[in-house]
């Protein structure tokens, strides 16, 4: 078994596209539009073969409880500590708001987390 996709709400469906192929080097596939539901959607393929699922919905509402943006948080392995450290340099070079890390955590990962352009955790790990 493995995770196909996980797919993330999002305000700005181009931002954050690029924001993932810029950083991680996602593949987008066409852009999915819905014009009856106001929905539209980006998978975008990792190295791995791992893909995310960026969607938008007209009109949804970060405060409406039954539909939030965002997720808890996704965690992004990379290969070493080495790269984890230059990763949080680069992304907090740029402006990215870094949370914590790089670090060991209670459970033994090394890790720093970031949050994207809109707020959501990225945990880089090894």
Known sequence: MKIE???IWVKDLEKMK???????????GEKYCNEKKG????????????????????????????ERLG?????ISLDS????DQMTTRLNKDGYLLVNGPR???DGYYESVFEDPE???IELTV
């Open 39 to 66: 929905f539209e959607s980006y998978f975008l393929t990792f190295d791995t073969s791992a893909r995310l699922e960026i969607m938008r919905k007209s009109g949804m509402d970060q405060t409406d409880s039954n």
């Open 5 to 7: 996709h996980v797919a």
């Open 71 to 75: 997720w808890a948080h996704i965690a």
């Open 81 to 84: 500590k080495e790269i984890v």
């Open 104 to 106: 060991v955590t209670g």
């Open 119 to 121: 707020g959501n955790l």
């Open 18 to 28: 690029a924001f993932y192929e810029t950083y991680f080097q996602a593949v987008a």
